[in-house]
């Protein structure tokens, strides 16, 4: 953190006020406090070690978005932007996060990198260097609705099938109703994703219509203007569908992060936060359950045709899974 402090004042050693003192300077010392480490607190951590561990994380997370991925197939693909506050900056950071599932079933993370208000030209430039690094593309991509990503991976992977988060689009219709209709709104769209099939799931978005319409037109045309793609994931298996229905493995891994930076305080610069986020979906990764039933994520890759969450048509030629065990 020393080190932090110290760079951070360096970078406004050239501004100065009427009188030739310096704008930017140290105010004086907190109390000492232990550091924090995965194991908890740790009084044995000098500020150079912090340092020096700070940069081996730094060059980690350097070497993760810059690794080959011709070796891996993504089938499913989680996106979110994740914001937090960079303790000697005024703008919050904003984590670009790309988690998918391989062909065989498991949960990685893809991509993680500093973008701009989760803007297209930040999303189109971590898909393209995906793509550049030989990552082909996703069957089903799940996210937020107002992120720039759509437009970036139409740009990218236009063939990659799209599927709205319905955590974040319930929060969108909450946002746009008076408190006192939320409960019977809730209990409206879980009647929607939660039905038995596609076609059990227009009877009830179109009630929700009737319903809210007159009211709340706004609250409902968030809805209807994304029916579609907020009922692609009936397209899958039925297995899938609890994994395919919202970004929950991003919401969750990031619940402990956020804990962990708030705990420290939050990173010191935007490559220390980038680092930090790193590690820790690092050590959360490897008590990532697999999705259900794993052996049908292949079957996707291929073609296979899901009606109604069953198997129908399997495909006619040979696997292609690129991925090594």
Not at 107 to 136: F, H, N, Q
Request: with cysteine; aromatic share 8%; net charge neutral.
């Amino acid at each position: 953190m020393k080190a932090e402090v110290a760079a951070y004042i360096a970078q406004f050693a050239d501004q100065l006020d009427e009188n030739g003192h310096r704008l930017v300077v140290r105010n004086g010392y907190h109390a000492e406090r232990d550091v924090l480490t995965a194991a908890g607190a740790d009084n044995g951590l000098s500020a150079a070690s912090i340092t020096r561990l700070t940069s081996q994380w730094q060059d980690e997370a350097e070497a993760f978005a810059a690794r080959d991925l011709s070796g891996t197939d993504y089938v499913y693909l989680w996106v979110d932007g994740i914001h937090t506050k960079v303790r000697l900056e005024q703008e919050k950071l904003c984590l670009l996060v790309m988690i998918g599932v391989r062909a065989d079933g498991r949960k990685e993370l893809v991509a993680l990198a500093d973008g701009y208000r989760e803007s297209t030209e930040s999303w189109a430039d971590l898909l393209r260097g995906c793509r550049r690094r030989s990552m082909i593309a996703p069957v089903l991509a799940v996210g937020d609705g107002a992120l720039g990503f759509w437009k970036a991976l139409r740009d990218v992977f236009p063939e990659t099938r799209e599927q709205r988060c319905w955590f974040h689009k319930s929060a969108n219709v909450l946002a746009a109703l008076p408190k006192s209709a939320h409960p019977g709104a809730i209990a409206a769209m879980k009647d929607i994703y939660m039905a038995e099939d596609i076609d059990r799931a227009r009877p009830p978005a179109k009630a929700f219509e009737i319903d809210y319409g007159a009211k709340y037109p706004k609250a409902v045309a968030k809805i209807t203007g994304d029916l579609d793609v907020l009922l692609e994931f009936f397209e899958y298996p039925a297995e899938h569908w609890i994994h395919l229905r919202t970004t929950d493995p991003i919401e969750s891994t990031f619940a402990s992060v956020r804990l962990r930076m708030k705990v420290t305080k939050g990173p010191g610069s935007r490559a220390a936060g980038i680092a930090m986020a790193y590690k820790l979906i690092e050590a959360a990764q490897s008590r990532w359950r697999a999705v259900n039933a794993p052996h049908l994520v292949a079957l996707v890759r291929n073609g296979a045709v899901f009606h109604k969450g069953e198997l129908v048509e399997r495909p006619t030629c040979p696997s292609t899974e690129k991925e090594a065990a």
